[in-house]
C-alpha cells in the first residue's frame, strides 16, 4: 500500500487546557466561568421566585399524594386547575385499590409508621367512598 492511501482524513487537536504557556488563566475559560456563575445565579431567582420547594419523595409522601387524588376524585377538595369539586367514583376506587396493591406487594418491607400510615389512609378513604356514593 502506498502511503496515501494508509493516512486517511486525518484529525483536528483542540487545547482544552486551563492555563496558558504562562501559567495564567486563559481568557476563554475566564468568559466560560463567569458565564456559568451567571447562569447559576438566574437558577437560583428563579427557585427564589418560583413555587414553594417540593416535600422530600419517600414511600409516606408517595402514599399521601396517591390519597390527595382520591380525595379529588371523591369531590372533597377542588381541582387545583379549575377550582371545580367534581365527583368521579371510578377513578377513587381505582386509585383506593392502587393504594391497597402497594400496601399488599410493600408488606413485611416497610417501617410500622408507613404500614399504620397506609391502615389508617386506606380505612379513612374506602368510609368516604362509602359515605360518598350514599
Avoid at 377513578?91 to 417501617?111: F, M, R
Avoid at 399504620?116 to 356514593?133: E, I, P
Wanted: without cysteine; hydrophobic residues 30%.
Amino acid at each position: 500500500m502506498s502511503e496515501e492511501e494508509i493516512q486517511g482524513p486525518g484529525f483536528t487537536v483542540r487545547d482544552k487546557r486551563t492555563f496558558d504557556s504562562q501559567g495564567e488563566v486563559k481568557e476563554s475559560v475566564k468568559a466560560e466561568r463567569e458565564e456559568e456563575k451567571k447562569k447559576d445565579k438566574d437558577r437560583e431567582e428563579k427557585k427564589e421566585k418560583g413555587a414553594a420547594p417540593l416535600p422530600e419523595v419517600n414511600f409516606s409522601s408517595f402514599i399521601l399524594s396517591l390519597s390527595s387524588s382520591t380525595l379529588l376524585h371523591l369531590g372533597e377538595i377542588a381541582d387545583p386547575q379549575s377550582g371545580e369539586k367534581k365527583k368521579d367514583m371510578a377513578l377513587a376506587k381505582q386509585s383506593i385499590d392502587i393504594i391497597n396493591l402497594l400496601k399488599d406487594k410493600t408488606k413485611g418491607n416497610l417501617t410500622q409508621e408507613e404500614e399504620k400510615l397506609l391502615d389508617h389512609l386506606l380505612y379513612d378513604l374506602r368510609m368516604r367512598f362509602v359515605k360518598a356514593g350514599e
